[in-house]
């Protein structure tokens, strides 16, 4: 039995892509291959269950196209939208690891003067400046601003400009 504590959540399956089953997902931590792996864990109905990879191709710079052993159809494949992805601890290499900016959602975020501002909702990167949706602001991303990243508790701490919430 797999249990959760063994696990690292490392995506989210997306849509179908085509009508032979394959999947696109997005992924929030890198430093790991995939193919190499040769399966991911999803969590159906509170059991996580391996899912061995059939075929895998890029797309994009954080996604995938994933074909499992056993999903053959459109059909099949939608009823794995929406789930979160998880790879084995024992898989990953700590040493490499790297989060894409979908790793923050969830996260808390602290200015270090002013507190709380809010949950980060989303992130939007459709423009050169990456930003966090929090609430009704958009807080710009650089690592500039990033004073402090506590992963265990999902709190993000940045030293935000001046002014900023006041907009």
Do not use: W
């Amino acid at each position: 039995m797999i249990r959760e504590e063994e696990l690292l959540e490392v995506g989210m399956v997306g849509k179908p892509h085509g009508i032979k089953g394959e999947l696109s997902c997005r992924f929030s931590i890198g430093a790991f291959d995939i193919e190499e792996i040769g399966f991911v864990v999803l969590c159906m109905e509170g059991i996580f269950v391996p899912f061995f990879i059939k075929s895998c191709r890029t797309k994009g710079n954080e996604s995938l196209l994933l074909h499992f052993d056993g999903i053959d159809s459109e059909q099949e494949a939608a009823t794995l939208s929406g789930l979160a992805i998880f790879v084995p601890k024992s898989e990953i290499d700590e040493e490499r690891l790297s989060y894409g900016m979908d790793y923050f959602v969830g996260f808390d975020l602290y200015d270090t003067t002013k507190g709380r501002v809010g949950t980060i909702a989303s992130v939007d990167d459709s423009t050169a400046n990456v930003l966090f949706a929090v609430g009704d602001y958009l807080i710009p991303v650089s690592e500039d601003l990033i004073a402090e990243i506590d992963a265990e508790h999902r709190i993000l701490y940045m030293s935000l400009p001046e002014g900023l919430l006041e907009l």
